[in-house]
């Protein structure tokens, strides 16, 4: 019986992995990509020191291992080692998120750390 109760889980984390939407390190060459392809873009904006950034890293974790988001590409920008990309970003603050969907912006979320709040942004750049 644990053997079967394994397996089941095995498979179902498997399952969530070949959902993922993917995550990237943010480069302006592959924004850029992603824009002219028309696709879906969440960029997050964090720092490894911000506690905001801490509590929203495991709940789009799992929205983006959502079978409906596994078309986003999650783009992180480092607060601290990337001020070209924060300005262009308009990011004042780290816990910054920006939603995209071809290039355009269509969503933005700064400190947001409830489930509710990132999945409608994560959800604006998937529609």
Known sequence: MQLAKAAALLALA?????WAGPQEAYTAARFDQLAKE???VLVAVHADWCPTCKAQKPIVKELMGAPGYKDVTELTVDFDKD?????????????TMVAFKG????GRSVGDTTKAGLESLVKKAAE
Do not use: C, L, W
Request: net charge positive; charged share 25%; proline share 8%.
């Open 38 to 40: 028309g696709k879906p």
């Open 83 to 95: 001020k070209p990309a924060v300005q262009r970003f308009k990011a004042g603050m780290q816990s």
């Open 14 to 18: 498997a399952s969530s992995i070949a």
């Open 103 to 106: 290039g355009k912006e269509v």
